[in-house]
Nanobody, 117 residues
Framework: QAQLVESGGGFVQTGGSLRLACTAS????????LDWFRQAPGKERAFVAS??????FYADSVKDRFTISGDSAKNTVYLQMDNLKPEDSAVYYC????????????WGQGTQVTVSS
């Protein structure tokens, strides 16, 4: 059974940093792209960043502050978040999709990020 597990969330002050990790098991890592999304209370889940074996893509709201990277040996994708703002507060989820697909059959449970002003 495929599983994604996020970690690394927490509480940080404005301008601080956090690194999230998403570790995949039960699926062939090389066959999937791993993307980060976030969902704030009362809002829809929103795309944050995408990683596909070195190719990255970011939402405009996080470009130049967040960095996504992958370690295929650990089946893990990371999201380094710097210069955090209160509006970055949300539950962060990672999702896995097959190359070329826009459907996400696998999601993690989410990790909470809270940025205080």
């Amino acid at each position: 059974q495929a599983q994604l597990v996020e970690s690394g969330g927490g509480f940080v002050q404005t301008g601080g940093s956090l690194r999230l990790a998403c570790t995949a098991s039960g699926l062939k890592f090389s066959n999937f792209d791993l993307d980060w999304f976030r969902q704030a209370p009362g809002k829809e889940r929103a795309f944050v960043a995408s990683w596909s074996f070195g190719t990255t893509f970011y939402a405009d709201s996080v470009k130049d502050r967040f960095t996504i990277s992958g370690d295929s040996a650990k089946n893990t994708v990371y999201l380094q978040m710097d210069n955090l703002k209160p509006e970055d507060s949300a539950v962060y989820y990672c999702g896995a999709r097959a190359h070329g697909s826009f459907e996400y059959p696998y999601w993690g449970q989410g990790t909470q990020v809270t940025v205080s002003s």
